[in-house]
């Protein structure tokens, strides 16, 4: 980096930002209830039931992608088992909403999910105790991605393991776990995952209230994890990530502890990306394996970098925009969605590295890496 | 039953030594007395069949089983068969048709059960004189696994005729499990010997059977021990046999998978996420060659498409790297991680076309005839020739790949490029055109492993993911930008993996074996064989 990132250290809660922020919030948190519940359905401009749940899933995706952004926008970590993190909030979530089913299974057994009965367990694993308390679930949405996150990094960053190691390994470990949530032994429903879900905190999850509360959730994870990202990135951490992302060799020389940094964000990203997973859950209704297929993870990376990596509003943004493109795109077309987000990922990365938001020029207090910088030997990432 | 096998086995071994010269006559005799009023007459009639050893008694014997075997006004033995409509007879001792009688003029010779069984035995004692290899042998493991006084006599007699090793080996085991039954003490000790020798289970349930029956001969029970502990240690030996020829065979599938990974990850620096699919466009490419044979060439020259396929593969995926090299890689040089994206937006691009061109459905690459079936080394467990020509393959690409690294000048600029870019420039080298033959070099690589994997594998457009996230953990594992590390990485990691599947399970073994690599790298975070010196610095 040649150029400080100036001004936009102090600017980062001006008034301006606030105004910015809370207009934005407010009429997307506004915009779906009335459009949704407020108008008559044969409306033109309503917005029909089936799409409030579409909408949330977005914006579960787009605080997934903001996690990744935070580690791989500011800190250089491109983790390629984000999903990972994702999925586990997703399957505390998943066990939860089992929970509640109760008596109304197939089967109807008060304790057990329909899919223990069906492989004849007798009673309740000892890792699914408690999940029928919201409260323990929670804790437990972000205890798990947590310390996955936080004892999967203390062991990779005390031992600098960075760059596309890093990535490959990350991408590994999503990929076991994968293999392990397959197997139906684990009592995570194997390959089926989970599903029928009735009930989430006493409101029926087919409901469009609920649709509707749920989606307002999401929103407002997705508003305050954003202020907790712009938090970090604004403060002294967020200028050392910025420093270890361009030079890590010179930064651990100034006597910063590389480490911990890394492992502090990377944790607080998992958190995030596990918040996501467990919105994510009631509102498509399922939580299977296949959320921990590493091509799924790397899908989050060109979410960020169409948008535009180290921006978090380009994660946001990107996140929303490739993932209603899926959707249009695979109902329109399904043969040509993969050549369309396969052309994405080439695309940004040769013509637009710095995405749409770097195109629109929002991000100037803030840039990424280009090569044009000339990276001495030895701290290229 | 056992009494009378050897009240049967008397007969048999009086007359197989009384009546040896003669067979013609005698053979003609038996036959015709297999029509007589009595069982015991039938009995004996077709012991003296089984003794003689005279495989025309077979069809006869059979037959008789099926009640196909009937007797004629004239005491006439025939043989009836149903081909279609018509009923045909034929003379039992000649073969000859017998037309013009009245079907309806003959009897079924009748059988009872136990006239069934001395059939059956004199079948089994046939067989063993069969003139079909296969027959004899499995006569022969059909005598190990009912072991029987009367079966050592006709045992010792077909091991003198016999002329295949094997089978001949195979007939010595009944022998011997026979005289274990049945024979003196020191036909015991003998037996017990030679038993020790064998893997098969069944010697070990015969043996401890042996071994646990009262009233034994404290001397017998202590060979029988010994025989026991003997077929333990081979048993276990076969195992670990087989064990590392499946985790050689594996860890020789991801290392073919991995080498060009190796070349583009190692040697350049680029993760090339694309990886996996030119590894897919070489098994299409063997599955189009397939097709062209099958269409355009004479049929016996099927076998010879693998042939062609290695090089076609190799130009085809070398052609789409050096294309993915020009249009894309290049400009990422240097952002490794902007690379990764890059390319797998590649693959996914790959894949696609792949589905739309030849579909999703899985396609069929045959095994050439020379490729299938295999064979059984030590006993107990067979090395598939398909496995073994991707070993051999595999090594052979390896050593190819070595040679053009170390004794070529193309393989000097690579090194001097991968090394020092702007000083081979300088130097006069162009890099540009080393780059793009590199990545050509590996991506071709990989289409010859594409090959190789359509003939253990299924042949379809997800065939590179699956070898994706295996080919950069053996590359990272053994070492980045180093072949050596590469192979023992892959070797390593196959073993292991084979090693761990009877313990754990297949997904289980996978899993910690994934586990256990993430662990490792973050040990040595450079890998099994780590390059020393200042590059490695700038791999950082």
Known sequence: ?381 | MRLHLRILGAVLFALLTAAAPARAEDFALLVGNLGGESFAGKEKAVAGLGALGDTRAVPILQAMTDGRLLRGVDGRVVLSATEGRTTLVRDAVTGDEITGDDPNSFDRIIVNNRLRSTIEGALGALTLFSADPAARLAAARDALRHPSAEGAALLARAIAAEQDPTIREAMQQGLAAARLVSGSKEERLAALGALGTTTDPQVKNLLDEFRSATGTDPELQKAADAALASIGNRLWLVGLAANLFQGISLGSVLLLAAIGLAITFGVMGVINMAHGEMIMLGAYTAYVCQELFRAFLPLDWIDGYLLAAVPVAFLVAGAVGVAIERSVIRFLYGRPLETLLATWGVSLILQQAVRSIFGSPNKEVSNPSWMTGGFDPIGGFTVTWNRLCIIVFCAVVLAALALILHRISFGLHMRAVTQNRSMSSAMGIRTARVDALTFGLGSGIAGMAGVALSQVGNVSPNLGTIYIVDSFLVVVFGGVGNLMGTLVGALSLGVLNKFLEPLAGAVLGKIVVLGAIIFFIQRRPRGLFALKGRSVEAEA
């Not at chain 1, 009335?34 to 044969?42: C, E, K, Q, Y």
């Not at chain 1, 899933?57 to 088992?81: E, M, T």
């Not at chain 1, 699914?128 to 062991?155: E, K, R």
């Not at chain 1, 989606?215 to 407002?220: Q, T």
């Open chain 1, 1 to 381: 980096m040649q150029r400080l990132p100036d001004g936009g250290h102090q600017g980062a809660w001006s008034a301006g930002f606030w105004a910015r922020f809370l207009a934005c919030g407010i009429v997307l948190l506004m915009a779906v209830p009335v459009l949704n519940a407020a108008m008559p359905p044969d409306y033109p401009i309503a917005l029909p039931d089936y799409l409030v749940p579409l909408l949330g899933k977005y914006l579960c995706y787009a605080l997934l992608a903001l996690s990744l952004d935070l580690i791989w926008g500011y800190a250089g970590i491109l983790s390629l088992g984000h999903g990972a993190f994702f999925a586990l909030g997703g399957y505390c979530m998943g066990m939860y909403l089992m929970r509640q089913i109760g008596t109304r299974g197939v089967y109807g057994n008060p304790v057990l999910p329909d899919f223990m009965v069906f492989l004849n367990w007798k009673e309740l694993p000892w890792f699914w105790w408690g999940f029928d308390h919201f409260v323990y679930a929670a804790a437990m949405i972000v205890l798990v991605p947590g310390l996955l996150a936080l004892v999967f990094g203390w062991l990779t960053f005390r031992s600098r393991v960075s760059g596309v190691h890093l990535s490959i390994i990350t991408q590994a470990m999503t990929y076991a776990l994968m293999l392990a949530f397959f197997r139906n032994d684990m009592g995570f429903g194997g390959n089926n995952g989970m599903t029928d879900y009735k009930d989430i905190l006493g409101w029926d999850v087919h409901q469009p209230a609920t649709r509707l509360g749920l989606y307002l959730a999401s929103m407002l994870a997705l508003g305050l994890g954003y202020l907790a990202c712009r938090y970090i990135t604004a403060s002294k951490l967020g200028r050392v990530l910025l420093a270890l992302r361009d030079a890590e060799g010179r930064v651990r020389f100034l006597g910063y502890s590389v480490t911990n940094a890394k492992l502090l964000v990377f944790t607080v990203s998992a958190v995030l990306a596990g918040l996501a997973g467990a919105l994510y859950v009631p509102q498509v209704g399922i939580i299977n394996p296949s959320e921990f297929s590493p091509g799924n993870s790397i899908e989050i990376a060109i979410w960020v970098s169409v948008g535009g990596r180290g921006t978090l509003v380009g994660a946001i943004v990107g996140a929303v925009l490739v993932n209603s493109a899926k959707t249009w795109l695979t109902g329109a077309a399904p043969e040509t969605w993969l050549f369309v987000l396969g052309a994405l990922f080439i695309s940004t990365t040769l013509v637009f590295p710095r995405g749409l938001v770097g195109l629109t020029g929002l991000s100037a207090w803030r840039r990424p890496p280009v090569a044009a910088a000339p990276v001495p030997a030895g701290e290229r990432v």
